[in-house]
């Protein structure tokens, strides 16, 4: 239930920079959402956000069948789910255009999308569209996948400078580009932890307190002073980048004189950070 509601917030945020700021500004920024976009236009009876269920729903029995149930399910959630935040404020925002700018709606919009990407990717889950797309091309077509992603962006891209102008396209790549940079930031941000390294007399007093306080996973290194020649111990444990600064007390209050270094990691698998500590 957790992840699900972490999806959820994730296409609600992905939603609202896609609605409020692209979409209102005729800005198509690839994917899904920016080919429904496009058809809208060309056909303004129809709903974008139906447009963007039927097409995201395509798009998945696709995957089904090139890529297997299993890929295309962990694509449903999300993409029914943005599908409907659309067609909510398609019917209650219709008109809301939130700023006149279309530098800052690129801007604001293209961040706000990678912030809700990124709460999405970062659970394993993606809504649909391009990705789906691209892992198609590349079971078809054996191209790697962000030239497969490339090729279904621009497609978009294409298409938008016949039905919404080159100024809009030329935004829209904009756009593509900022969600791009905007995900690797945030998912690293999300993964973000500090590995520590000390090198202190009291390491066991340390090591017991890290175990026993902060419930740290802890390794002891073997190591030689460069200078003195003498055995060292140096103490190595990651944790998460809110618990440093007490950490690092603790440590001081130990041992004034430690020798302490980190360095940030953007990723960390095993106990105590991707399944709990037994």
Not at 52 to 62: E, G
Not at 125 to 139: E, F, M, Q
Not at 218 to 223: Q, R
Request: contains cysteine; aromatic residues 12%.
């Amino acid at each position: 239930m957790k992840k699900y509601l972490s999806i959820f917030l994730g296409t609600f945020i992905l939603s609202v920079g896609l609605y409020f700021f692209l979409i209102q500004q005729d800005i198509a920024a690839g994917g899904i959402s920016g080919l429904s976009l496009i058809i809208s236009v060309a056909i303004p009876w129809l709903s974008l956000g139906f447009i963007n269920l039927c097409l995201n729903l395509l798009v998945v029995i696709l995957g089904i069948i090139v890529l297997g149930f299993d890929f295309a399910k962990k694509s449903l959630f999300g993409s029914l789910s943005l599908s409907g935040l659309l067609i909510v404020f398609e019917n209650l925002f219709p008109d809301t255009i939130l700023t006149q700018d279309k530098t800052v709606s690129l801007i604001l919009g293209g961040i706000i999308m990678s912030l809700g990407l990124s709460i999405i990717f970062y659970q394993g889950a993606s809504t649909g569209g391009t990705d789906v797309i691209a892992s198609i091309l590349k079971k078809l077509t054996n191209l790697p996948i962000h030239i497969s992603m490339f090729l279904a962006d621009i497609t978009v891209v294409c298409l938008s400078v016949i039905v919404l102008g080159v100024e809009n396209a030329l935004y829209a790549g904009l756009a593509i580009l900022i969600q791009s940079l905007g995900i690797d930031y945030f998912i690293q941000g999300f993964g973000r932890k500090i590995a520590i390294y000390i090198i202190s007399d009291n390491y066991i007093e340390i090591n017991k307190m890290l175990i026993n306080k902060y419930q740290r996973g802890v390794t002891l290194l073997e190591a030689e002073g460069g200078y003195s020649f003498e055995d060292k111990k140096v103490i190595m444990t990651v944790t998460p980048v809110r618990n440093y600064p007490r950490m690092e007390a603790d440590i001081l209050k130990i041992d004034e004189n430690a020798f302490i270094f980190n360095f940030q990691v953007s990723q960390v698998l095993g106990r105590g950070f991707t399944f709990d500590i037994e």
